[in-house]
């Protein structure tokens, strides 16, 4: 098995067209931004660089990300920003949601991603067409997670199918010195358990999964470029590396978040193209 090379941001800046950034673990933390990501960023500006940041985050709308990320000094517009609630305008056209009663577990952004895609809010405790869990955070966890787990029971108690929907399948992401925090995938797999556990004779009681590493996400930002000579950088190889290289893009492993080891038994296609420390492995002075 061939080792992976280290590289240079300059190299992989001269190498291709357009670049696709993780948000948690590659440009910030929970806590605030990284170092390297807004010079970078900057100087990406200046060249007139294409790059998106590509997020499995469904708790902010891209307009809300911008200003969030605008205030931590990078300098991002929504207009660069796809998120995986984004996707949920596509499967609910697909599938023909339009309309349809929706319990949305997260803040008022991910409930906005909700209400763009065509479905109507409700609360966790009325009957519903469809389940989203947008994120882990924004309402009392317990009292909503039980009150949306009895009533979806109560609908399949009467047959009533419900969708299960999952923007966001990280399980965990960084936070500040090196801790690690419970992402909303992690609250899906708690449903599919007590799923599980309720209706054992049961499959089809799973949350689809829509953002990294599924291709709709990287369909979407090659529907946005133009074109598929695109890198990716990530810090979690089971989503950000193991989607790109999947959807046949080269990946770069970002020593900054969760995977900071490639697995010995990972399949060489999934593996990354390149690994580097962190986006200040090359001095700011190149940049400039």
């Known amino acids: 098995m061939e080792s992976i090379p280290e590289t240079t941001l300059e190299a992989l800046i001269a190498r291709y067209e357009v670049l696709l950034f993780d948000a948690y673990g590659v440009l910030v933390t929970s806590g605030g931004p990284l170092p390297g990501p807004a010079p970078l960023l900057t100087h990406l500006n200046r060249l007139g660089k294409p790059y998106y940041l590509l997020t499995n985050d469904a708790s902010k709308l891209p307009s809300s990300a911008a200003r969030h990320y605008q205030s931590y000094g990078l300098p991002l517009t929504a207009e660069r920003i796809i998120t995986s609630g984004d996707l949920l305008s596509e499967y609910f056209a697909t599938h023909q949601l339009s309309g349809a009663r929706c319990a949305v577990l997260g803040p008022e952004d991910s ?5 763009q895609a065509g479905g109507q809010v409700v ?5 519903f067409e469809a389940l989203i869990i947008g994120d882990e955070s924004g309402f009392p966890f317990l009292e909503t997670v039980d009150a949306a787990f009895s009533s979806l029971c109560h609908q ?4 009533h199918p419900v969708h299960l929907i999952l923007p966001n399948p990280d399980i965990i992401y ?3 010195n090196q801790g690690f925090g419970m992402a909303s995938g992690s609250v899906a797999l708690m449903f599919e358990a007590a799923l599980q556990a309720r209706y054992p004779e049961r499959t089809d009681l799973q949350f689809v999964r829509l953002g990294k590493p599924y291709a709709a996400i990287f369909a979407a930002a090659l529907r946005r470029s133009g074109t598929p000579n695109m890198l990716m950088f990530g810090d979690q190889m089971a989503t950000d590396i193991r989607g790109a290289r999947d959807f046949g893009l080269d990946a770069v492993l970002v020593g900054t978040g969760v995977s900071d080891d490639i697995p010995a038994a990972t399949p060489d296609h999934l593996r990354p ?16």
């Open 273 to 288: 193209t390149y690994r580097l420390r962190s986006l200040v492995s090359t001095s700011l002075e190149s940049l400039k």
């Open 123 to 127: 609360p966790p405790t009325a009957s």
């Open 111 to 115: 409930a906005q991603f909700v209400v």
């Open 174 to 176: 960084p936070t500040p």
């Open 156 to 159: 399949l108690d009467r047959q």
